[in-house]
């Protein structure tokens, strides 16, 4: 129940986000190529994928790029409503801001769509584990390294496990081969580690296997993507915001 109300949270809103031209796929026989190319245009066709006897298209709807309307089927199952989304995304973001641009809280050292580190405790009416739109108290920690957006590391004395997230790398290959210390070297200037992992991808070619698992390389180091980094003799101590002039 906690996953599937997370996932209605998180994902439910951003449905209404997506692209409304999505491709149409069609499995056609083989000797009916040639009348769906007369159909839709050769242009519009992205992707061939041969299943023996048959072939499945995917391909663009020519009406709809043609007269911007499109064929009834074309918005079938697509339910979009760009306002919503952005509507949730921009309130969101105004109710983090009065964590990130508060000088009466604690010091704020790291902060996600929904969550915020300090150094010290918040007043009582933001916290609540059962009350929407409230703070949940997930930990107190005393030591943290906070590498990159959704890269950082946690300790705690009571815990004989540190807390680690490493975006795109697996747990097991964290939990092999990322410890506290290693996240915290990564402070220093220029200095990064090469982690390699093994990957699922899914093959729809028909003449390959429908799994395939790849060697994937994956490189970890500091960021500026988002914040400018702040160093000291070497070591990155913080971060500030971007400053764009016209």
């Known amino acids: 129940m906690i996953l599937i109300a997370k996932l209605l949270l998180n994902s439910l809103y951003g449905r209404f986000g997506m692209k409304d031209d999505l491709p149409i796929s069609k499995?056609?026989?083989?000797?009916?190529?040639s009348n769906c190319v007369k159909k839709h245009g050769e242009v519009n066709i992205n992707n061939i994928i041969d299943l023996g006897n048959h072939q499945l298209l995917q391909f663009n709807d020519r009406n709809k790029l043609e007269d911007g309307q499109g064929?009834?089927?074309?918005?079938?199952?697509?339910?979009?409503?760009i306002a919503i989304a952005s509507a949730v995304t921009a309130y969101a973001r105004i109710h983090m801001t009065q964590f990130k641009n508060n000088p009466s809280l604690p010091n704020l050292y790291y902060t996600d769509t929904d969550s915020c580190y300090f150094?010290?405790?918040l007043n009582d009416s933001f916290i609540s584990s059962t009350i929407l739109g409230k703070l949940k108290l997930e930990?107190?920690?005393?030591?943290?390294?906070?590498?990159?957006?959704?890269?950082?590391?946690?300790r705690n004395?009571?815990?004989?496990?540190?807390?680690?997230?490493?975006?795109?790398?697996?747990?097991e290959t964290i939990d092999q081969n990322i410890t506290f210390e290693l996240l915290e070297s990564l402070l220093l200037e220029n200095h990064s580690i090469t982690l390699n992992q093994n990957k699922w991808f899914r093959a729809w070619d028909a003449n390959k296997e429908a799994i395939q698992i790849k060697d994937q390389i994956y490189t970890l180091l500091q960021t500026s993507c988002k914040r400018g980094l702040i160093f000291d003799n070497?070591?990155?101590?913080?971060?500030?915001?971007?400053?764009?002039?016209?």
């Open 27 to 33: 499995i056609i026989k083989k000797f009916d190529y």
């Open 71 to 81: 064929s009834k089927d074309s918005f079938k199952g697509v339910n979009v409503n």
């Open 119 to 121: 150094d010290g405790p």
């Open 139 to 154: 930990g107190v920690w005393v030591d943290a390294v906070f590498l990159s957006p959704k890269v950082y590391a946690l």
């Open 157 to 171: 004395l009571e815990i004989s496990k540190d807390v680690i997230k490493v975006k795109g790398v697996k747990r």
């Open 234 to 246: 070497g070591k990155a101590i913080g971060t500030k915001p971007f400053i764009i002039k016209q």
